[in-house]
Nanobody, 126 residues
């Protein structure tokens, strides 16, 4: 049984930082492309960032490029999202997702993910 669990969300002031973590069990983490998505109230879910299984290929949405950094530790089966210079518009529920892919490249990460976590709330205040 695959389980994907996010943690690290919370309340932070604009300009601050947070680090989200995601652990995945029941799968061979090192074989999976991992992604972060978010959904703000009243908006559709959007892709934030993803990373190939080797860690060498990454993608960032334009809205977070230069502020967020995705990374992974395959030995710990853990995915991270370091978020700096947070803005009010970053407020959302952040989801972690996993997808098996045979290639390490992620391109623009425009493929479906099979396994999803329940999400962690990030709230940025002024």
């Amino acid at each position: 049984q695959v389980q994907v669990v996010e943690s690290g969300g919370g309340l932070v002031q604009a300009g601050g930082s947070l680090r989200l973590s995601c652990t995945a069990s029941g799968l061979t983490f090192a074989h999976y492309t991992m992604g972060w998505f978010r959904q703000a109230p009243g908006k559709e879910r959007e892709g934030v960032s993803c990373i190939g299984w080797s860690g060498g290929s990454t993608y960032y949405a334009d809205s977070v490029k230069g502020r967020f950094t995705i990374s992974r530790d395959n030995a710990k089966a853990t995915l991270y999202l370091h978020m700096n210079s947070l803005k009010l518009e970053d407020t959302a529920i952040y989801y972690c997702a996993a997808e098996y892919r045979s290639i390490p490249a992620v391109g623009v990460c425009d493929f479906d993910f099979t396994y999803w976590g329940q999400g962690t709330q990030v709230t940025v205040s002024s």
